[in-house]
């Protein structure tokens, strides 16, 4: 069982590296009227970037809010292996945040036709051991069929609430901000809507 305290856990480096509450890491580049087909009428087009002060990208956010989470509510106690789905970035990040928490290993379900190059990188990383399945399985339903094991534990950032509250009290803010503290109309892509979201929540509040 671990022992660890919030404190030691957020003292960790990577953590202090990727804590998002410690990171500006969202910025705006507004589009010059050249390239803004509406600026004639007055109105601003910009472009979120979201892997400023050295977070290397979005889901690192998700990863931290997920785990964290986890941790507060005692869900990693006794957990030795985490069991993650992911196509690539939240499995970067997992991996790397994992040891921080105590979690010796991370299991990475990826599909096979994430490209080797960047299933080797992860694979890289110490705590990381990546899993393929055959083409055409169901990535999920392996992932959660492994999680069954003793001492592992399934991170599904698709249904986390962790994910959702990273990014309302942290990327909202942020985008907020760095936009002037106005934003009429955002767009955001959607993979696991934890961004889309907290940040749709957070403006909704201010708005």
Same mark, same amino acid.
């Given at each position: 069982?671990?022992?660890?305290?919030?404190?030691? %856990?957020?003292?960790?480096?990577?953590?202090?590296?990727?804590?998002?509450?410690?990171?500006?890491?969202?910025?705006?580049?507004?589009?010059?009227?050249?390239?803004?087909?509406?600026?004639?009428?007055?109105?601003?087009?910009?472009?979120?970037?979201?892997?400023?002060?050295?977070?290397?990208?979005?889901?690192?956010?998700?990863?931290?809010?997920?785990?964290?989470?986890?941790?507060?509510?005692?869900?990693?106690?006794?957990?030795?292996?985490?069991?993650?789905?992911?196509?690539?970035?939240?499995?970067?990040?997992?991996?790397?945040?994992?040891?921080?928490?105590?979690?010796?290993?991370?299991?990475?379900?990826?599909?096979?036709?994430?490209?080797?190059?960047?299933?080797?990188?992860?694979?890289?990383?110490?705590?990381?051991?990546?899993?393929?399945?055959?083409?055409?399985?169901?990535?999920?339903?392996?992932?959660?069929?492994?999680?069954?094991?003793?001492?592992?534990?399934?991170?599904?950032?698709?249904?986390?609430?962790?994910? %959702?509250?990273?990014?309302?009290?942290?990327?909202?803010?942020?985008?907020?901000?760095?936009?002037?503290?106005?934003?009429?109309?955002?767009?955001?892509?959607?993979?696991?809507?934890?961004?889309?979201?907290?940040?749709?929540?957070?403006?909704?509040?201010?708005?």
């Amino acid at each position: 069982m671990s022992t660890l305290t919030v404190e030691q %856990v957020l003292a960790h480096p990577i953590v202090a590296a990727l804590d998002p509450n410690r990171r500006a890491y969202v910025g705006v580049r507004w589009l010059s009227p050249r390239l803004n087909p509406w600026a004639g009428k007055g109105i601003r087009l910009g472009i979120a970037v979201t892997f400023l002060d050295g977070l290397p990208h979005i889901k690192a956010v998700a990863a931290y809010g997920m785990l964290m989470d986890e941790f507060r509510h005692g869900r990693l106690a006794n957990i030795s292996t985490l069991v993650v789905p992911s196509s690539g970035n939240t499995a970067d990040a997992v991996a790397r945040l994992a040891p921080a928490f105590g979690i010796r290993q991370v299991k990475l379900f990826m599909s096979s036709d994430v490209p080797a190059t960047k299933r080797n990188l992860i694979a890289a990383i110490a705590s990381s051991r990546v899993i393929s399945p055959e083409a055409g399985s169901n990535v999920e339903a392996a992932a959660c069929e492994e999680a069954r094991l003793p001492g592992h534990y399934l991170l599904d950032q698709y249904g986390h609430a962790g994910n %959702v509250a990273i990014h309302e009290s942290c990327t909202g803010p942020r985008l907020l901000e760095a936009a002037g503290g106005r934003i009429d109309v955002v767009a955001i892509g959607m993979g696991s809507s934890g961004t889309v979201t907290g940040v749709a929540r957070h403006l909704k509040v201010v708005s």
